[in-house]
């Protein structure tokens, strides 16, 4: 799952070297007439622009980048995870290290890509037609939309990525995490041989952490920590040295509900074994505890 991450980061960042090579973000060399060669449809010389339309011009803006979309036939051909379910719906999956990375539409006409230090630069035009998003950056011409103030650029069939303009609502799109689509994408055991649900009760060892988008695994971290979940709504959990009752916990379906003696309370997900305990309410920081023998391996940790 590093290895996908990684190299999705690697071919958006080749993306932009490639289209940025005749515009600053990655010098090329110059040729002379004779070794130029003729221009492709998707690398079609910049045109002087028009006076941008009223309409179009109600676009301009910064866009910045709030998740991928990925299908699985691209997953599947891409990092050969092996035994993927192709009938799975395209997915917006988060990428928190593309967080920063904008796209700048100028009302002029230009504009401005910056996805990285190492790889940026101008956008020497961009027009809309309806909702479709045309801009050329170096030599290549990018196509997309915006619609409802997200703007989403293809990168390559089955992978695109989505970016939103400020105050832009947002909150119909849920991205998951790669591990969660990784497992959605690995064809499912049929009911007869799938293992039985683990009751809720039980003990629980904190595993690993999740800050951020990031996960280490908890004894590299310096980190222990017990949650006893009894029968009843009730139980104990120690961190560290510290050591504290658990007054009420409840879980519906996969929601999961604890409240702490000194009237603390956090909430999280329950399923097969594992906890995925949000400690701020915010998904900032998860913890992660597991029952004993459960298996952990659907998660990346670094």
Known sequence: MKKWKQSVCVLLALTLMLTLSACGGTAAPEKSAEETPAATPSEAPAAT??????????????????CARF???????????????????????AMPDMAGQTVTLEADGTGFLYWGEN?????????????????????????????????????????????AAEGADTSGIVPITLEEFASMLRKEETAASAPAELPAAGVYELFAV?????????????MASTLSLVEGGTGHMTFDEDAMDVTEWTVDAEAFTITMADGGVAGGRLHSGIL???????????????????????????
């Open 49 to 66: 622009q028009e006076p941008i339309a009223a309409e179009t011009e109600a676009y301009a803006g910064t866009y910045s980048f709030f």
């Open 71 to 93: 299908s699985a036939a691209y997953v599947d051909r891409m990092y050969e995870l092996g035994a993927v379910d192709e009938d799975i719906p395209d997915q917006y999956v």
């Open 119 to 163: 790889n940026q630069g101008p956008i020497n035009w961009w027009k809309m037609d309806g909702d479709a998003l045309q801009f050329q950056a170096g030599v290549a011409v990018i196509e997309g939309t915006i619609i409802g103030g997200l703007m989403t650029l293809t990168i390559d069939e089955g992978f695109t990525v989505c970016f």
């Open 210 to 222: 999740k800050y951020k988008g990031e996960s280490a695994y908890a004894a590299d971290l310096e």
């Open 276 to 302: 995925e305990l949000d400690l701020y309410g915010t998904g900032e920081m998860i913890l992660l505890f597991a029952r004993e023998g459960v298996d952990i391996s659907g998660y990346s940790i670094n």
